[in-house]
């Protein structure tokens, strides 16, 4: 396996191949990533993995400094999959006119206004730095195949759109989430609980099953049954961002005609920014 830290090099080494599948990660590696991992190593003969904390998707009030850095052990999970490449770039590799403090006269992508709802709208601006980064790494790598997971499925749609909108000639695969037995969607933050908080953090995923079951059976108040999740949430003591039934192919506002749906929710428990989804069909 290389490790790669410049896109000069990287070039280099993926000249002549065949096929390239990428998977974008922040590194904190865990099951979940390396499932996204062995899922590329289905649609492609090379698989390059980025490792890059981005600074453009925090925002002033979030924990870019204190995000964790476990690259060592990163390296070595990665090298058991048999990944080819590894890209660990620093931030003035990706962003030129960055100085040490500020990203300068950065260009950035601006994502469409469904970015500013659910997530987007506590965290103004952060899908503007996903998309931008992103956009950079498919550009460096030029990829066929990258691979995403669902638990961040407003980033997942919102990708998806920036490859249709902008022609890309990549094709996004999707990773199922992996959970721990307990529910609880697989997370780099999850390392942030205390073990209580790790026992009740799993309430999250069964008021979202809760949801989908009610729906399931001819429920169609989605207000209603998003606004009980939510207090219940509220009751255990989490501070609740949103909880929010979509169409899952638009992320619009469920409607009672949509069949293919998403329900989406994100929730603090102590200081920890937890969030989950399940799709499903009606």
């Not at 070595?76 to 890209?87: C, S």
């Amino acid at each position: 396996m290389q490790i790669i830290r410049t896109i000069a090099k990287l070039r280099t080494a993926l000249e002549g191949q065949a096929s390239i599948a990428f998977v974008p990660t922040m590194g904190n590696l865990h099951a979940g990533h390396i499932h996204l991992v062995e899922l590329a190593k289905q649609h492609a003969e090379c698989i390059v993995i980025s490792i890059f904390v981005n600074p453009l998707q925090f925002g002033p009030n979030e924990d870019l400094a204190n995000y964790p850095r476990t690259l060592d052990a990163d390296c070595e999970k990665l090298k058991a999959t048999g990944a080819q490449i590894v890209f660990i770039p620093e931030v003035k590799e990706i962003y030129p006119d960055f100085d040490g403090v500020s990203l300068g006269q950065t260009m950035l992508i601006t994502s469409p206004p469904i970015a500013n709802m659910l997530c987007g709208a506590a965290r103004p601006g952060h899908f503007d730095g996903v998309a931008t980064v992103v956009m950079k790494l498919f550009n460096i790598v030029m990829p066929q195949v990258a691979v995403f997971g669902k638990k961040d499925f407003q980033q997942l749609f919102i990708i998806r759109e920036l490859v249709r909108q902008f022609n890309l000639p990549i094709h996004i695969i999707a990773g199922e989430t992996v959970r721990e037995d307990s529910g609880l969607a697989m997370s780099s933050r999850n390392g942030y609980l205390t073990a209580n908080q790790k026992s009740e953090a799993s309430l999250l995923q069964q008021c979202l099953k809760n949801i989908v079951h009610h729906i399931q059976h001819d429920d169609t108040d989605f207000m209603g049954l998003s606004q009980s999740a939510s207090q219940i949430l509220t009751n255990q003591g989490w501070q609740v961002d949103y909880v929010s039934v979509r169409n899952a192919l638009t992320l619009e506002a469920a409607s009672t005609e949509d069949q293919c749906m998403v329900v989406l929710a994100a929730a603090k428990l102590g200081n920890t920014r937890l969030i989950d989804n399940i799709d499903f069909f009606r």
